[in-house]
Each structure stands twice: as structure tokens, then as C-alpha cells.
């Protein structure tokens, strides 16, 4: 196979799908042999091992941890100079027939770049329109990483001999290992990159292979000069160690097992029969009855197709197309051994022949050569071309190709009998925030990662050529994220039904009516068909353009690095009064109070405002460890305080038809230096704004908008209010790549003085909530309704990390005053030793704190604590919430003493198993609780036997 490394260098062919080129997909017994939108992945032999050291030469940064990398050595250089040769010679020779017809993200090319040098590339961006009849594409060269947006009319087809499986992309594509990009690196992406580059670019370095995986990613530990990148980067504001998946820094990027899903059955061993699959074909469309009970459909040609259910299914990407879709397979062996022993056979069929009479029409199954390997696989035509070149899809990996019509072959009848095991997806609830529609390159990355993937289906396709919506699960060991829930956190996605974008102003001092964003009149509803958003997660907030320019007014300042804006409409601020009047006024009412309604974390409700007593609307930002109260953000306020569950109520759908107003936003390249954003720079800020329309000119951003603002009050001379907080030495505006550099090392500086580690920023361990049975012990017990756990396989790492603690804290520091919700190092009264602790309150000499590994609480003074060390926040926080399944009280809603004494006598010290249920009790998991020395040993059921409680079927 091509892309084996040489034994001098690193190896240049370990890229997954969608890395840079055409690769050669695996023939690995677990990576089914097959074209993979933009490659495949190498063999073992071709990965570098842990532990070898190359010499590279940085080429360009590409995100706060990822950079682009080509060899250090003759042989790598003398590769490059031919290529661009060859190319070089066949543009100059070049024809009308080479030239590109399609530009689908992914495609190679022959492309010019701007130094007038010709290089190879891959699509990166659908086209765009620069003018009338004229498109541009976004187009990274794999040779050396380098991105330009050119010409679409001047890409050429690669030549035969340029192909990536002749001569593979010599870019590499290195993550620092045990780094992940911090909040601060994904708002201000563009200056995390400026001081990578300044650390790297065109530097040469050793890499040191701490992980090569088939997925396409290498994991280093780069040096230069004997100076670790590694370290010197992670005393910039803009990575932070992985918190891992199991808690050790970079497991997240460790080849893992790929087990069978929780609460997903594969079902028994099936035999492969001659036609490749366990379903016995009774023509194209008819398996036998029973063969797969579900999960099989029928493609419009009438053959079989996979297709997921709403169970659990555990899959596997094979490849990202444009339009923000995606493709997946089912993970099952019998269905990966089809596929292989199909794939050989047909191409050793047809890989001899010739196309004598086959003329292909829209709508055909055939068999396609993949032009990046040559091999045959299951295609269906989707365009024939007047040229004679034909569009295709191939339909066990998802991914489309153009090909000569000379490399399409008829499909027999036993090489239909395996069902199409590419599936269509899109994530449900969710859109691209890109304005293209697709998936940026930091939400490719997350896609790609190694990993186990789970998905659920959410909506069937609505047409045969739709795809089907899916929720996706990341569930490697030791971690579960909802990816769709993932994307939106991380600003990569918005919600679907998201509102138009915001009105902009047509010159910076005249507003536009923002009539055409926002229902003119607001429909305020109080049927019975206005249904309670009791489970939305609907987030429509108002949205600013990169570029544009908005009449603004700023609601709230947190700080003079973090503020929030509203537009300044006149309209627009009376559709909000008379919305706040509403929903204060349904939620005074005393049968406004559900006492079971707990939202969860993303979750919509209306909260009471401690300022003035009002409900406003809101959204959950975090829950809090005690089991009373819980942090909201006041989505049309900007601010966040706890409140309690007493004073939280449902929001109804129409309560959210008018989208939320407030906007964070933050100054646009303006830095404080050292220490924290000075009170009195929040004064000066608050005394520039108070009660003023502001000019704001957007330049970007997601999760955050970076901003500048002007008080137009005097139109010949505006107060720039950036240029203003700098004149009173309240922060610098940064202007170059250096003065990024020197920022991000006195922010570093400061924050190693003050590094404070909030709840709301660490990792919690979790229980999967599909049924799968883990194993645990009970660390603190209040009564069956309320104890805690700790996950076995997870015990061996968190007494590493209190061995660690231990030596860590010395008994003469400082004493040190935290705040609410800070997670910090705290001495336990009982044994002396330091365990990770949650301030949930401080009085003047008193703190509450609870041991966030553990459960129990106890009240301690600042002379017990101390700030929390880096590398003790990585672990995941590892005592988990529960209550007992299927009990109750014998007489009311409390326990007694007897009955929560027995309990801990069958729980405390044993090693039990459980297993969640996909309902929770506010934000308790709900388990089932087991002797794992004898599972049919019930813990429930031995408590309502022994007469200490009653059974409750709900």
C-alpha cells in the first residue's frame, strides 16, 4: 500500500477522511476496504510509532493546537520541487479537458497559487460568487499546507501520475499532544494562531509521535532548540491541558476498542453466505422476513439500503459532503466482512476488463473505479456529462467522484445482496453557523476524531435523496456528549429554526426598522394550544455579521472584557416591555409552580430577577451541587445569578417567538495586560454608554462577538469608546503579531498569579443513561433518594490524583478566600488530607464546601484551602448524584432513619452494579443498584422485602 514511511522521516500518509488528497482506503480487518470522501487510512506499517523523533519544518498554524508540517529532509524537499515541475509542465501543455468542472468540497486539483507556482490542492469551501459569472473556491495545497481562495475557473484536473495514491500529499498535519483550545483560543482564534505561527512558522523542529491513529491524526510533542512548544504554549491564555476522556491529559486522541454501544445489540453471530450477507436476496428489494427485523430499507433502484432506528446504533463516519451532511455505517462485524469480501471480489472481476457496452443513465447502480486507488466499488450515477464523464456516489461510503464512463462496469445481481451500508445524516436541531451552510474546520476536526460514535435516529429522510436528521453521540469511554448539543456550545452550529439575522444599519448613523427580522406585532398567546417548553432548547438569539454595522446599546457590563449589547430600536424595545409584562404576569400566578419542573443544562424557563422581584426569560447555564438552586443566564438581560428552583417556571412556546436580545460581546483586540480588567475601566465603561445608541462595527466571532463602538453624538468627531478606555490606561489595543505575543504572555503571567478552576469549567464524570451496567461503590449517602457514587474503572486515576494532592499543598501557604462555585484544594477535617472541594457558600469566617469526588460536605475556613493546582483539574469530578429506581418512602416524601440506615448497610463498602434509566429526578440520575458479586441481588427489592420501603412503578 502507498504512503509506507520512510526510515528516515515521518510518515506523510496518515490522514483520515476529508484529510488533505485522494488517499488509499484500508483493506485493516476493523477499516473496511473501501473510497473515503478525501482518503482512506494507512496500515499499521505505514504509522509512525510512540516515541520516534522526526525533524519537521513548520509550514503555518491552522488552529490554536494544529499545525501544518512537511519534512525536514532532502528527500521531502526534492518530492515538492518535482511535483510542482510535473504540474508546471502539463498546465503549459494544458488543454480545455483539463480543466475542473466540478468543485465539490474535497475534490484535488492542479491550482496556481498566488507566487505563481503550481501546486496540488484539495477543495476546501463551496464556491462563492466574486462578480457577475465568476466563483471563487477556497483551495489548500497538500504539499504544504498553505489555504488560498482562487480562481474556480483556473483549476485543472490532477494528471494520473499526480494522484495521491502514486504520490502522496507530503503536508502533515500535527495536534500538540495534551493540548486543547481554551475559551479565550475559540473567541480569539485568529491571535491564537498569530502567536503559534510567531512561536514555529518555517522553524525547524523535532516531533516527537506521542500517537499516530488510523483516523488520520498525529499527536507531538514538539521542541525546538530543546524548548518545548508544547509548554511554552500553555503559558498562553489560549490552550488548556485536555481534560481527557478517563481523566489522563490527551486520552481523548488514544485508539480505544470499539466495543458494542450501551443498549445496542448486534444480535448473534450470522455466517457470510456466498452473496455477502446474512440477508438471502429474493430479487433486489426482498430480504427474507426476520433476517434483520429492523434497520433495512429500499433504495429507489430497489436494492437494500442500512438505514438507523431509534435505538442507540453504534456507527462509524466515512465521510462529510457539502451542505453540512455527513455519512455513517453501522458497526457490525458480519456487515464489515460483507463489504470487504465484496469489494475484492468485484474488482477482481472488473479490474481486467474493459467497458465495451455499458452506457450509464441517472439513476443506475453500477460498479466505479475509485480514481484515488483504482479499485472498483458500488456506485450509483447521479450525472452523466456531455463530455462522457460521469458523477457518481459511491453507496457503502457516502462520498461522490467524477469518472470517465470507460471506468464504470455493469453490477451482477450477487454483488446487490449486501444492503448499501452508507447512511445519510444530518444532525437534528442544528445548522451550520457558517453562512455557507457547511461545517467549519474546527467542527470537521471534532467530527473526526477518534472516538466511538452512537447515533439515534431523530426524523427519517423525507425524500429518497434527503438525509435522515440523527442525533450523535460521542461515546468513548469515560465520556458522553451530545455532539449536537456539542456544536452550538462551541459556536460551530445554531439552532435550526434560528430567526433571520438582525437588521443592519444601511449607513453607520441610520437605523434600518428591524421590522423585516422580528414579528411586527407579537403574538401573545394564552390557549391551551400554547404548548410549555418545559424540554426547549430553542436558542433564538439575534445574530451580528462579520463586517456589518449595527445601532446598538450595551445592557450590561460584567467587565470591560465582557459586555452585552441590545439594538437600539424603538419598536423593538416596546415588543420586549410588553412581553416581560406578560411573562411576569403568568408566572406571579400560583398555579404557575410545578414543583417537579428541574430544567436541565441548555434548558428555557422564566427566572426571578433578585434585582426587582420580575420573571424574566432565561436559559439554564449550569446546575448547582446542592439540590435546591440552579444558575441561570437572562437571555434578554445579559446576566447570570442562582436562583431557586421555587422561583423558576416553564416558559410556553410563544414566549419565544420573539428572539432573545441580549449580545455578549467583548472589544475587538483590546487586551488588559496584566492582572484582571480594573473596576474602575467597568466605571469609565458604563459612564461612555449609559443610555446611548452606539455605532457597532462587527468583526466576527462565536460564541462571542468581537466589536468595536462609537458614540456618534458628534458626527465630525466621534468618541471611539476602544480608544477612549486605552487613553485612561484601561487596556491596549493590539495592532500586529507582536503585540499579540507580548498580550498573550502578561495574560499568562497574570492568570498563573490567579488561576481560579469554577464548577461550571470542570469535567464531571457521568453514567451512560441507556441501560449498560457499570460498576460502582457509594461514597456518601443521605437517603435513598440522594446518594453519591464513584465509577470502579475510574478509582485507580482519582487515587493517583489524591497521591499527587497530597504533596502538593503545603501546610504553611497562604490562606486562601474563594469564591461561590469555585472548585479549590481543601484539607478534610476527618484525615487531614487535601481533596478536591465546591464552595457552595461563604459567610465572613465560615465556607461550605462539598468534596466534588465524594459527596460528603463539611464547613471549613480559608485557612483549609487553597487554589487549585492546573494539573488537578483535569480528572473529571468524579462523584455523581443519585437516587434509587423504583422505591418510595413507606409514609410521605421523606425517608426515615431506619429505612436510609439499612441502605447504607447493603450499600456502603461493597462493590455494587447499576444501571441508569433515561429519566433522571431533577438532576439526579435515577439507578438500578446490584450486588455485582450476585447481580439478581436487587437493592430495591431487598428494601421493600425488609419491609423499609414501598414500590413505585413510575
Not at 230 to 258: C, H, I, M, W
Not at 522 to 548: E, W
Not at 682 to 696: F, M, P, S, Y
Request: hydrophobic content about 35%.
Amino acid at each position: 500500500m502507498n504512503g509506507a514511511a520512510p526510515s528516515n522521516g515521518l510518515p506523510v500518509h496518515v490522514q483520515g477522511p476529508l484529510a488533505n488528497g485522494q488517499l488509499e482506503p484500508s483493506s485493516g480487518a476493523d477499516s473496511p476496504q473501501g473510497p473515503s470522501s478525501g482518503g482512506g487510512s494507512p496500515t499499521d506499517e505505514s504509522l509512525p510509532h510512540p516515541g520516534q523523533v522526526y525533524p519537521v519544518t513548520v509550514v503555518a498554524a491552522c488552529g490554536c493546537c494544529l499545525l501544518w508540517a512537511v519534512r525536514a529532509d532532502s528527500d521531502s524537499d526534492e518530492k515538492r520541487k518535482k511535483i510542482k515541475t510535473r504540474l508546471t509542465e502539463y498546465a503549459a501543455n494544458g488543454e480545455t479537458s483539463q480543466r475542473l468542472t466540478d468543485f465539490n468540497v474535497g475534490r484535488v486539483c492542479a491550482a496556481c497559487g498566488q507566487d505563481g507556482a503550481w501546486r496540488r490542492g484539495r477543495i476546501s469551501s463551496p464556491p462563492f460568487a466574486v462578480g457577475e459569472s465568476r466563483w471563487s473556491v477556497s483551495v489548500q495545497f497538500v504539499d504544504d499546507g498553505v489555504s488560498e481562495v482562487l480562481p474556480s475557473e483556473g483549476l485543472l484536473q490532477l494528471p494520473e501520475d499526480m494522484l495521491m495514491s502514486v504520490v502522496p500529499a507530503q503536508a502533515i498535519k500535527l495536534w500538540l499532544h495534551g493540548l486543547y483550545p481554551s475559551t479565550e483560543g475559540q473567541h480569539n482564534s485568529e491571535m491564537a494562531m498569530s502567536v503559534l505561527n510567531s512561536m514555529t512558522q518555517g522553524q525547524k523542529c523535532e516531533a516527537e509521535v506521542c500517537h499516530a491513529s488510523r483516523e488520520g491524526v498525529i499527536y507531538v510533542r514538539l521542541t525546538k532548540d530543546g524548548q518545548s512548544i508544547n509548554d511554552a504554549l500553555l503559558t498562553t491564555p489560549f490552550v488548556e491541558p485536555y481534560q481527557g476522556r478517563g481523566g489522563s491529559a490527551g486520552s481523548k486522541r488514544q485508539r480505544q476498542p470499539t466495543p458494542v454501544a450501551p443498549g445496542v445489540s448486534r444480535g448473534p453471530p450470522q455466517a457470510i453466505m456466498p452473496g455477502y450477507s446474512a440477508v438471502r436476496m429474493q430479487g433486489p428489494n426482498r430480504p427474507t422476513a426476520g433476517s434483520f427485523h429492523k434497520g433495512i430499507g429500499t433504495d429507489p433502484s430497489g436494492y437494500t439500503v442500512m438505514q438507523l432506528t431509534g435505538s442507540p446504533t453504534e456507527v462509524r463516519l466515512c465521510s462529510i459532503t457539502e451542505f453540512a451532511h455527513f455519512s455513517v455505517q453501522i458497526v457490525r462485524p458480519d456487515l464489515q466482512q460483507g463489504l470487504q469480501r465484496l469489494n475484492s471480489d468485484m474488482d477482481a472481476l472488473h479490474a481486467r476488463t474493459k467497458n465495451a457496452s455499458y452506457t450509464p443513465r441517472e439513476g443506475d447502480i453500477c460498479c466505479a473505479r475509485f480514481r484515488a486507488d483504482r479499485r472498483f466499488y458500488r456506485a450509483r450515477v447521479e450525472h452523466v456529462h456531455a463530455d462522457g464523464r460521469v458523477d457518481v456516489t459511491f453507496v457503502d461510503y457516502g462520498n461522490r467522484d467524477s469518472v470517465p464512463v470507460s471506468d464504470l462496469r455493469h453490477m451482477k445481481r450477487e454483488f446487490g445482496s449486501l444492503p448499501f451500508q452508507a447512511i445519510s445524516c444530518a444532525f437534528a436541531g442544528i445548522v451550520p453557523a457558517n453562512p455557507a451552510g457547511v461545517w467549519p474546520p474546527p467542527a470537521r476536526d471534532m467530527l473526526q476524531r477518534p472516538g466511538r460514535l452512537v447515533a439515534r435516529l431523530v426524523m427519517p429522510p423525507s425524500t429518497p435523496k434527503s438525509p435522515c436528521l440523527v442525533e450523535l453521540y460521542d461515546r468513548t469511554p469515560g465520556f458522553n456528549v451530545l455532539l449536537n448539543d456539542e456544536f452550538v456550545l462551541r459556536g460551530h452550529a445554531l439552532p435550526a429554526d434560528v430567526t433571520a439575522p438582525s437588521p443592519i444599519l444601511a449607513a453607520p448613523t441610520t437605523p434600518v426598522s428591524p421590522t423585516n427580522a422580528v414579528p411586527a406585532t407579537f403574538p401573545i398567546s394564552t390557549t391551551s394550544g400554547n404548548s410549555t417548553a418545559r424540554t426547549l432548547r430553542d436558542d433564538r438569539a439575534v445574530q451580528l455579521t462579520a463586517g456589518k454595522v449595527y445601532s446598538v446599546e450595551v445592557v450590561y457590563i460584567h467587565h470591560v472584557g465582557m459586555f452585552y449589547l441590545r439594538f437600539a430600536d424603538e419598536g423593538l424595545s416596546q415588543q420586549l416591555n410588553e412581553l416581560n409584562n406578560h411573562i411576569h404576569e403568568v408566572c406571579s400566578s400560583p398555579s404557575s409552580y410545578d414543583a417537579s419542573f428541574h430544567p436541565s443544562v441548555g434548558e428555557l424557563c422564566c427566572a426571578r430577577f433578585s434585582d426587582n422581584g420580575r420573571y424574566y426569560r432565561a436559559k439554564v447555564h449550569h446546575l448547582c451541587l446542592g439540590d435546591t438552586k440552579v444558575v441561570v443566564y437572562y437571555v434578554d438581560l445579559g446576566q447570570r445569578e442562582v436562583v431557586s428552583y421555587t422561583e423558576v417556571r416553564p416558559m410556553t412556546s410563544s414566549m419565544t417567538q420573539l428572539p432573545f436580545q441580549s449580545i455578549p460581546a467583548s472589544f475587538y483586540n483590546l487586551t488588559k495586560g496584566t492582572g484582571q480588567w480594573p473596576e474602575e475601566g467597568k466605571r469609565l465603561l458604563h459612564q461612555l454608554t449609559k443610555g446611548k445608541a452606539l455605532r457597532c462595527i462587527c468583526h466576527g466571532g462565536q460564541m462571542t462577538y468581537r466589536v468595536e463602538l462609537f458614540d456618534d453624538a458628534d458626527q465630525k468627531n466621534p468618541l471611539d469608546i476602544r480608544a477612549a478606555l486605552q487613553l485612561a490606561g484601561v487596556g491596549r489595543i493590539i495592532t500586529t503579531a507582536a503585540d499579540a505575543k507580548a498580550a498573550a504572555a502578561a495574560a499568562a503571567a497574570a492568570a498563573a498569579t490567579d488561576k481560579r478552576f469554577m464548577v461550571e469549567g470542570l469535567k464531571r464524570a457521568v453514567l451512560p443513561i441507556d441501560g449498560s451496567r457499570v460498576n460502582v461503590v457509594v461514597t456518601d449517602i443521605t437517603s435513598p433518594s440522594l446518594f453519591w457514587v464513584t465509577c470502579v474503572d475510574n478509582v485507580g486515576a482519582l487515587n493517583n490524583l489524591l497521591q499527587s494532592m497530597a504533596t502538593s499543598y503545603p501546610a504553611d501557604a497562604e490562606p486562601h478566600r474563594p469564591l461561590a462555585g469555585e472548585v479549590c484544594a481543601a484539607r478534610f477535617s476527618g484525615d487531614g488530607a487535601w481533596y478536591r472541594a465546591l464552595v457552595t457558600s461563604v459567610a465572613d469566617a465560615f465556607i461550605q464546601v462539598t468534596f466534588v469526588d465524594f459527596g460528603n460536605s463539611e464547613t471549613t475556613t480559608i485557612n483549609a484551602l487553597q487554589p487549585l493546582r492546573p494539573e488537578h483539574s483535569v480528572l473529571a469530578l468524579q462523584g455523581i448524584r443519585c437516587c434509587l429506581a423504583g422505591v418510595k418512602p413507606l409514609h410521605g416524601a421523606e425517608w426515615d432513619a431506619d429505612a436510609t440506615g439499612q441502605f447504607r448497610q447493603l450499600t456502603e463498602g461493597v462493590r455494587l452494579t447499576c444501571h441508569s434509566t433515561a429519566q433522571r429526578s431533577g438532576h439526579r440520575f435515577s439507578i438500578h443498584l446490584a450486588l455485582a458479586s450476585a447481580p439478581t441481588e436487587i437493592i430495591a427489592d431487598r428494601l421493600v422485602c425488609s419491609g423499609y420501603a414501598s414500590s413505585d412503578a413510575s
